[in-house]
């Protein structure tokens, strides 16, 4: 492993530029596009193309940074990413056209991809120790930049960026300061490729009797393919994203047409986020105790109502309903679905499901284009939230009636191997 000197400086680093990228990513869009879209005069399916289009650029991009960093190291993966993040905020800033707009939410889903969990956790694996210590807090900090970034623009106590200046292109602005500052901040602390290709050679995993039985039950790629319960799984992780993108993206609209402040739409937003983060921590403990198919059907229960709420939302009771329903999704799908695809299909072929899980998963970013278009069509957003719930319902009782996959591994091999 490679030793920096100050190691919490680079952890600090990358956490701050994680934060940065979360927050104005997103959860922000949804808050500004209001005023974006009331300003331009642009359709709202012109709207749900950009929120597509960062989705599409953050999921399909994700594997572009472990290809920089292999080649040119984690500075020059980061300095790339920093160049995304200040072109997609400042494009977002000064953008007059729905052309340009698409331009800067590509260049924000790219940097988000570059700067954030690729490149902090290769690096954070190496200079800690205690890995799951440091990584549990970078996420969480990560997490907190959804948190903050609707408050940054408009809050109750009237602070906000659009409280002060009532000048939606100046939050951007402000985002183009803070990539700079955090870019750089990450840059300087990443180490140097030189110190990248010094990692030591770590002593086999020790693995028990039991284990390496266990482990020839591992499936191979296909045959997980082949089974209905990898994309019941795999249905449960995009469900998530799909109504997380979906709701970011013309909540706070939604219920201004309700007439509920855009203030307290913001704030809804930020708890949601808060509240989900809270539980995720929580869901990795409840998860020694609980099953992962457990948790993943309290998610998609949890997603449900919340998703119902939001549809017919005027005022806190329900929106309330929708920040623990939402935010309880939010902390346990993840868990619970990688968890899951990990007991059902062994360690063996996890990585490669996993990336299909991720790919498959981006196409949640088309909801935000459907609900654009439902909103110019049908006049409300209910429709699209009700349809989120529908879906979110429907694979609920496909994981509730779901048994594990039958292995046909002969026995032999297995008591061959036990010998």
């Known amino acids: 492993m490679y030793r920096l000197s100050h190691p919490w400086i680079t952890f600090s680093a990358l956490s701050f530029v994680f934060f940065v990228i979360s927050a104005g990513a997103f959860s922000s869009l949804g808050v500004v596009l209001p005023e974006m879209v009331g300003e331009m005069h642009w359709s709202w399916t012109d709207a749900g193309w950009g929120y597509t289009f960062l989705g599409l650029a953050c999921g399909l991009a994700s594997f572009i940074p472990a290809i920089l960093i292999r080649r040119i190291g984690v500075k020059g993966d980061m300095a790339i990413g920093t160049l995304c993040m200040i072109a997609g905020f400042g494009a977002m800033a000064i953008t007059r056209s729905v052309g340009l707009y698409l331009v800067a939410t590509i260049l924000i889903g790219l940097a988000f991809a570059l700067v954030s969990t690729v490149p902090g956790t290769h690096v954070l694996n190496d200079v800690f120790e205690k890995r799951s210590t440091a990584l549990g807090i970078y996420f969480t900090v990560g997490a907190l930049g959804g948190v903050v970034g609707p408050v940054f623009y ?27 500052v955090a870019g750089l901040f990450a840059i300087v602390a990443s180490p140097k490729k030189h110190d990248e290709s010094q990692h030591q050679t770590r002593p086999p995993e020790q693995v028990s009797p039991a284990e390496m039985i ?21 249905a449960g992780y995009t469900a998530y994203l799909l109504i997380n993108t979906t709701a970011h993206g013309f909540a706070v609209e939604h219920l201004k047409e309700n007439g509920v402040p855009a203030k307290d739409g913001a704030l809804m937003l930020a708890l949601e986020q808060l509240f989900g983060a809270g539980i995720s921590i929580v869901g990795g403990v409840i998860g020694e105790k609980f099953s992962a198919k457990m948790m993943m059907v309290v998610s998609l229960v949890a997603l449900t ?9 005027h005022s806190w009771p329900l929106m309330w309903v929708y920040v623990i ?17 990990y007991n059902y299909f062994g360690k063996g072929p996890n990585l490669e499901l996993f990336s299909i899980m991720c790919f498959i998963s981006t196409s949640a970013a088309f909801g935000p284009l459907f609900g654009g278009w439902a909103r110019d069509t049908l006049g409300s957003f209910s429709g699209m939230f009700v349809l989120c719930a529908a879906i979110s319902g429907l694979i609920l009782i496909a994981t509730i009636f779901m048994r594990p996959p039958v292995h046909t591994e002969p026995a032999a091999l297995l008591n061959e191997a036990a010998e």
């Open 214 to 234: 266990e482990g020839l039950k591992n499936w191979t790629v296909w045959r997980a393919l082949a089974t209905s319960q990898f994309y019941i799984v795999v």
């Open 325 to 341: 329903g939402v935010g309880i999704g939010f902390g346990l799908s993840f868990i619970g679905s990688t968890v899951l695809l």
């Open 305 to 313: 109502f919340g998703m119902a709420a939001l549809a017919y939302a």
């Open 154 to 180: 408009t809050n109750r106590l009237n602070i906000g960026v659009y409280d002060i200046t009532h000048n939606w292109r100046l939050f951007w602005v402000a985002f183009v300061i803070l990539s700079v």
